[in-house]
């Protein structure tokens, strides 16, 4: 798909979550081997699109370390280019720190591109989504813009902060509302993931930027579409797909994968989800240890107990240590006879020996990378 | 353009005694560890000792090994002024040829080698797992003003028939060398790595080129000639983790060598650093452990489903262990599928192979089995 442009937005991924500190989500590790953001790059990958921005808000040292080369999400090397989008001046002021100005900040994206179609995705959305069909709609039924969204069922507590869209039934937006857990029944929620016609994307920045230099992209749009500046279409994503919006939300959506039957509506071999790799060995696995329905990474050395958990790279956890229902970060070091259960141990972290940390299973402990405890 | 020294990795031997294995794959080319293949050592092994100029001579069963190799990148060998190829044989004006042998390899190749001058030739076999770097070997032959210097390692009396046998002085100089002698007179053992200087390696493949009743190899005729002629060819003593697996049971012991039980010389985890083992990118998913499974003394590849039993294994990517099933004491190669209630002991199951529901391979115990083709071979 020659004509299109991909972005992965990281300026609409939800905020002050303990794990994104340092780091944004997009690339937070999920399941111990992928980041978030590996889902966007895949998908847009695997659709063909080769030209792809990275939008990115800050933690720029978090993402450019897990791009690497950048080359394990472009099929051809020379076709294909990565770029990453910096607002600097958004750096000095964060309240200009948007999607918008930092479009604006690099509008050479859309200046130099042959692109006539520019599809956003999020970077922390967790998804297996082709995006041609979509893409093929929007050319074929002559559309300005069209945001994908999914038909979800818990909007009460989960999905909070997304947009819930209000369409008649040619698919054309009437309405939105952000959800802050006050829809009973289910709705249909926005993906953030947008399909813009360049012309209509240059119009939109030129006429609606200077008007609010703080609104977002979405915002953006939504006022141009209450002028009846342009029609915005909804369209369907009905495959599995989460989005995280807290802490216990990031658990529940990792751990969730430990069962098989779900992991295997994300994960399908046709589809495959790139990551960067890292040389590490295969994981080695002690003659006392016991593991069950747990993701081990490479690079683990396991000589204790693990259960219900998920261990990333270069994590070793000793003689008679137990990991319960926990999330480990990689090169975390967890010491002989040392209890784990309902808590999330981030990188670099030591567990002392025989040290006891349990968390609740509706409210897991948080440990911060680098911790000694 | 003239560079200090050039690596050629000897990768085109059949590995007969591996049967099924290398029916279609060139015994480099055999997964090894859950991860890797053979080559990936010795090419880690140059990557890791600054070697920036690597040709790899293939013949047997070209096709997999060659797009393997492809431009390095694998091993980082594609950096900037580094150069890997991948030798096969070819034809030329003088007609077309197989390599004849390990000579012979490199005999054909001196084209290439002149483009790049170098003026160290080290020369490697693919199909040895060691992890180690040249630095000191080179400097030795360096500093020794040697014409050859060859690796070499102790082994036991009973298996140094196996091997080419030298005798050295003082001062380490080999002084005799007999290729695979049936009574053997020591037990200093060549590991078939060789560094020459350009020059002198020139001149006696192109002497050994004309003979008629030569086999055209390095420990039969080269080494040899150049004692004969007084040349100064020198021993570098290898004291680490060294296997050239030639058979089922020694590529399967290899292979629990890895394990945390196995062999403290060789532990994927401690020789990071310092000698990292690359290998190729795979995308498949991360490892999951089944909520009955039991692990134990294994060495576990991402990818691989585990919902069974498994002890003292090595288990490659996209393994699938069914529930109810049952490994012991045994290698499952990339793709393998164990179904439920089937059993298997000591053995190396080739790859994309699926043990069947219930089967139970190598019951008996009375040595290592390959399973292939949906079968046991002993």
Known sequence: ?373 | MAIKLAAMILAGGKGTRLGALTKKLAKPAVSYGGKYRIIDFPLSNCANSGITHVGVLTQYESSALNSYIGNGKNWGLNGVNCLTSVLSPKQTEQGSNWYRGTADAIYQNLDWLDELDPEYVLILSGDHIYATTFDEMLELHIKNKADCTVAVREVPLAEASRFGICETDERNFIIGFKEKPKQPKGTLASMGIYIFTYKSLKKYLKADFGKEKSDHDFGKDIIPSMIAREKRLLAYRYGGYWKDVGTIASLHQANMDLLLSGDPEIDLYSIQDSAHIYTEDNHCTPQYIGPDAVVRDCLINQGACIKGTVDHCVISSDVVVDEGAECYNTVLMNGCHVRSGAKVYDCLVAPNEAVRKGEIVNETRDGIALYAGGRTVK
Not at chain 1, 161 to 190: E, T
Not at chain 1, 217 to 239: H, N, Q, R, S, W
């Open chain 1, 1 to 373: 798909m020659k004509s299109v442009t991909g972005i992965v937005n990281f300026h609409t991924a939800p905020k002050a979550l303990p794990i994104t500190k340092e780091r944004p989500l997009g690339s937070t590790s999920y399941l111990g081997r992928y980041a978030f953001c590996d889902f966007a790059l895949s998908n847009l990958c695997n659709s063909g699109i080769s030209q792809v921005g990275l939008l990115v808000k800050d933690h720029l040292r978090s993402i450019l370390k897990h791009l690497g080369s950048m080359n394990s999400w472009v099929i051809n090397t020379k076709i294909g280019h990565t770029h990453i989008m910096y607002n600097e001046p958004g750096q000095r002021d964060p309240r200009l720190n948007s999607d918008v100005n930092n479009l604006l900040e690099n509008d050479w994206m859309l200046y130099d591109s042959a692109s006539q179609y520019f599809v956003f995705v999020p970077s922390h959305l967790i998804c297996a989504m082709n995006l041609r069909p979509y893409v093929k709609a929007h050319i074929k039924e002559n559309r300005s813009i069209t945001i994908i969204a999914s038909k979800q069922r818990n909007l009460k507590s989960s999905w909070i902060g997304s947009d819930v869209l209000d369409f008649d039934d040619k698919g054309v937006l009437i309405g939105s509302d952000k959800n802050n857990g006050q829809f009973a029944n289910p709705r249909v929620v926005s993906l953030d993931t947008l399909i813009i016609n360049r012309t209509t994307l240059v119009n939109l920045l030129r006429k609606f930027a200077p008007l609010d230099p703080k609104a977002d992209l979405f915002t953006l749009i939504m006022t141009a579409y209450k002028e009846g500046v342009v029609p915005i279409t909804v369209d369907y994503f009905d495959g599995f797909v989460r989005a995280v919006d807290s802490f216990a939300h990031y658990m529940d959506y990792s751990l969730e994968m430990l069962d098989k039957h779900k992991a295997d509506q994300l994960f399908n071999p046709a589809w495959p989800i790139y990551t960067l790799t890292h040389d590490t060995p295969p994981a080695l696995y002690g003659e006392e240890s016991e593991v069950r329905n747990s993701y081990i990474s490479n690079g683990a050395r396991v000589e204790g107990k693990v259960i219900n958990s998920i261990i990333a790279r270069n994590v070793h956890i000793g003689k008679g240590a137990v990991i319960k229902n926990s999330i480990i970060f990689s090169s975390v070091n967890i010491n002989e006879g040392a209890m784990v259960e309902n808590v999330l141990i981030d990188k670099y972290s030591i567990v002392e020996r025989d040290h006891i940390i349990k968390g609740k299973a509706k409210e897991p402990i948080y440990v911060a990378q680098g911790a000694i405890i």
